[in-house]
């Protein structure tokens, strides 16, 4: 149970397909693939995507600080 109540297992399952879903879509895996996975593993590419979009969006920010410098 949560703190608030409710049951856990529902709320804990929708979090695992939610994050499924994020690195199906980032890596092109097929979501039946990465239910093989080990939650480790998950967690890790999890951390991995989060890295790459700070970069990207550092990348992103460093431009157009650059074209509005001009």
Known sequence: MTSDGKPYAP????Q???????????????YNDLKKITPLERTYL??????DLERENELK?????QLNSK
């Open 11 to 14: 709320i804990r399952y929708e």
């Open 46 to 51: 999890l951390q991995f995507i989060r890295k």
């Open 16 to 30: 695992i397909v939610e994050e499924c879903y994020a690195i199906s879509k980032r890596i092109n895996t097929s």
């Open 61 to 65: 920010q460093r431009a157009q600080d």
